[in-house]
């Protein structure tokens, strides 16, 4: 018989852990993915506000997330995964129930800072790994992308009605209570590691940067992962607007119900196919291909239901292309004693551009053609930088 400690066959200790940390990424996801559809609009709403606070109320927490990525997981190394991890998730709640009690732009703009600031995937990435042999490790971070595809979907989704019946600062009560349950959780229900695993592979290292910067495929993944989601940042803080004036925001969450299981439809195949085909880089090329389709519906269409509805569209699907397809070519082009930090190093283009996107969006506000003219011209850029992406052999 199989030993299946000494195959591929997660052990019990290790399947229960996994899913554990999976649901804690998923209740902390879910919770940002709610609001996402419904912040701009409620920071608009707030006292003191001004469009660069609007902005802000939606960037600020890639800035904190950009800033901390690194740090957490090295006080992860120091104190303990679970530990950081619970920290982390409480300090994001603390900024969830600061935002809740916010009655001005600012403190909310204090708050998304804060929740930003409990960035805890690093740390979460580290203990899977301390948990997981290497045979299964790949499922395990399978587990932890399938969990955030299933808060994009809920959240989108369930965001705008939840928001319509109870108000937004209830999004993040919800939120704040999530980020508890899953603190407790940590503690009390995921084992102490037995060891830490110090693996290069999975850990940002400092000496390895020099070689990911002076890596052209990396460094063109990582313009692509900053110009993307500084793009969709900006997406997300001028089309909730655009979409209200056409739709009450109670009706939000039927528009989303349509457009997110789509992106989530072409996410799945497009993951399934992309890597087995060696099209890793088409994916990545036909996310900036569908955000310059939704410039056009923006420049061609204005300001028109069916216009700011395709560009929310296209824009989801761009997210649900390239997202999963840019960090499997990043980790198929690193090296592995470099992998960690060219991943760590994508994660902070990320967040960067998160908060780009959230200044550059508070000029935009109820500006469709002046937003589509930025898609536009960003997702011609991305374009360019990703045709120079090499085509990498199918993996099967």
């Not at 800072?113 to 301390?130: E, K, N, R, W």
């Not at 992998?339 to 550059?360: C, H, K, P």
Request: aromatic share 8%.
């Amino acid at each position: 018989m199989t030993n299946p400690a000494t195959n591929g066959e997660a052990q019990p200790h290790e399947r229960r852990t996994i899913l554990g940390l999976s649901g804690i990424y998923l209740l902390r996801l879910l919770g940002m993915y709610m609001v996402l559809p419904v912040l701009s609009l409620h920071a608009a709403e707030l006292e003191g506000h001004t469009p660069l606070l609007v902005g802000l109320s939606v960037g600020a927490y890639g800035l904190a997330q950009a800033g901390l990525q690194i740090p957490f997981g090295i006080w992860s190394d120091r104190y303990g995964r679970r530990r950081v991890i619970a920290g982390g998730l409480l300090v994001f709640a603390v900024g969830s129930i600061v935002a809740a009690l916010s009655d001005n732009a600012l403190q909310l703009v204090i708050g998304r800072t804060l929740q930003g600031a409990g960035g805890v995937s690093a740390a979460v990435v580290a203990l899977i790994a301390d948990v997981s042999r290497p045979s299964i490790r790949t499922r395990a971070m399978a587990a932890l992308g399938m969990s955030v595809g299933v808060a994009f979907t809920i959240g989108m989704i369930a965001g705008p009605g939840l928001a319509a019946r109870f108000g937004v600062p209830f999004l993040f009560w919800l939120t704040a209570a999530l980020s508890v349950i899953a603190a407790i959780y940590v503690v009390t229900m995921i084992p102490k590691p037995p060891r830490h695993v110090h693996d290069a592979s999975l850990e940002w290292t400092p000496g390895h940067l020099d070689e990911v910067l002076h890596h052209p495929p990396m460094l063109r993944l990582d313009i692509g992962a900053f110009l993307q989601h500084s793009q969709v940042t900006t997406m997300f803080v001028v089309g909730p607007g655009l979409l209200a004036e056409f739709v009450p925001r109670a009706e939000h969450g039927k528009v989303y119900l349509v457009l997110v299981p789509v992106g989530l439809s072409v996410m799945m195949v497009s993951a399934f196919f992309a890597d087995r085909w060696g099209r890793l880089k088409h994916a990545v090329m036909g996310g900036s291909l569908s955000l310059l389709g939704a410039a056009a519906f923006l420049l061609a269409g204005g300001s028109t239901f069916w216009a700011t509805a395709g560009a929310i569209g296209l824009t989801i699907v761009a997210v649900a292309v390239a997202e999963p397809a840019a960090p499997a070519m990043l980790t198929r082009l690193a090296k592995d004693e470099a992998r960690g930090t060219a991943a760590g190093t994508y994660a902070m283009a990320q967040f960067t551009g998160s908060f780009a996107g959230g200044l550059i969006g508070s000029f935009m506000l109820h500006q469709p053609i002046v937003l589509g003219v930025f898609l536009a011209v960003t997702s011609t850029l991305w374009l360019i930088v990703a045709i120079g992406l090499p085509r990498l052999p199918a993996h099967r």
